[in-house]
């Protein structure tokens, strides 16, 4: 993920816990959601995820596999 400018950081807990909640739910394993959800996080603060559905927000992310460093 390429860095971007800071537009706000409202409700970017609420993202991370959400998303890591919902990829508990989704049997991912612990490592793959933290992963995830601070990508996501971060997409909220930079303005990136603003009238995009859940799918189009998760295309924007790149989240290595299990053992790929």
Do not use: H, P
């Not at 860095?3 to 989704?26: E, H, M, P, R």
């Amino acid at each position: 993920m390429t860095q971007g400018k800071t537009i706000s950081t409202v409700g970017c807990g609420d993202y991370l816990l959400a998303c890591f909640l919902k990829g508990l739910k989704n049997n991912a394993d612990v490592k793959t959601s933290l992963q995830i959800v601070v990508k996501v996080a971060t997409l909220k603060a930079w303005g990136r995820t603003e009238r995009k559905t859940w799918q189009q927000t998760l295309r924007q992310l790149k989240v290595k596999n299990k053992g790929s460093g």
